[in-house]
């Protein structure tokens, strides 16, 4: 006879299932936090165990959570079972084996193959595990009869996420014009754009809080969107993101060298985190990379804070738009393998936000080398001294966003 918990925790599985199918954005977003809590969980231990370990401790929980799960299923089907009627019994009787040695393979077998599936679902609901594993792309270099060639290829497409992934108001020429339309707040002695009062008051006059702002150092606040069904930055990406902009070699009127980027996707204040619906979109036309640019999304931030909204980017393989200059960027979700010493979205992120508060350098929106090379190389994550020089002279600014989105 199974105990009223058991019946209801199985009670519990089956409608969470249902209502996933009936209602899949709804449930996705309320149990968004438990299920990031436990895909970071899962993340760390790959970063932090040997891979040896980190795959058994995976079949080891799946194991035990499939044998709990299947237990509690087996003891709620029995009890139902004894109370149906002779015909629902018979149907039983012939779908499972009749002796025990039969009844326990089968229970073996249903369980093994959970398991299986589990474990060759993993990467696909948690995307890269480590960041920089190739768990994700490995088909691709196993698929083909010249693993080599099949090498290249990648390589190839991965030289190109970035050649088209600028959005300039009036065509390529119009960069620097739309930065010179920019009416640039001062004082501001340290050229991030933000007054110095607004600086030491922690917050600009329409209410848009600055936290930690310091006047006498760069200060570049990002606001992270999600669009359904994406990934959130995970701790090791938001720590990795800080430490790139605050290595930057930039110089600051305190002395020091560095950006501090200050990130902000908990939605504490009514801003940033879940957008509420998916996000697709192709860069075709410029208003695509700022459409989610708005007062509903950011409030009394526009113009003081940047934006990029998580989601998914069509057309061919990019992987991100950003405005150059502007504030506002879209990148995809994708975490692809990557051998460099940040996370792919990392160079992805910091290359869409210097397009932002760089602009144009030397008449074009891309540079030979650095972060701003249209290619993601674990080679090119540094600031080249073109970069470097416009960074110097004070973030970009752009006219577009401030006569028409602010």
Partial sequence: MAHPAESAFVGAIIGLVTALIAFPTRVGRLLAPAGGAVVEGIRWASETLPYWAFILTVFLGTMIVAVVVAYEFARVGYAAVRRAGPRTKRIVRFVTPNTPIGKAAFAFCFTILFLIGSV?????VIGDLGENSAVSNAGNFTSGDDPKSALEDANDRMNDVLSGDVATQGGAEGASDDERAYDRPRPD???????DSWERAGETPGGAELPNADPDRMDLYVQFDYGSYTHPLSQRERQALKQVWADMPVRNPDGSTGITLHIDDERDDGYGGAIGAEVSV??????????????????PRRCR?????????????????????????????????????VPFRVHVITHELLHNVVGE??????????WLSPTVDADEAFLSDAARAELNDGLAGSGYYQQNLC
């Fill in 189 to 195: 002695s340290d050229g991030d754009r933000l007054k």
């Fill in 361 to 370: 350098v030397d008449g074009k929106t891309h540079t030979s080398e650095g």
């Fill in 305 to 341: 804070y940047h934006q990029i909204v998580v989601g998914e980017v069509r057309g061919g393989s990019q992987v991100g738009f950003a405005s150059a200059p502007g504030f506002g960027g879209v990148v995809d979700d994708e975490r692809r393998a990557y051998d460099g010493d």
């Fill in 282 to 299: 192709s860069g075709e036309r410029v208003e695509d990379v700022h459409q989610y640019y708005t007062a509903r999304n950011l409030g």
């Fill in 120 to 124: 060759w679902a993993l990467p696909y």
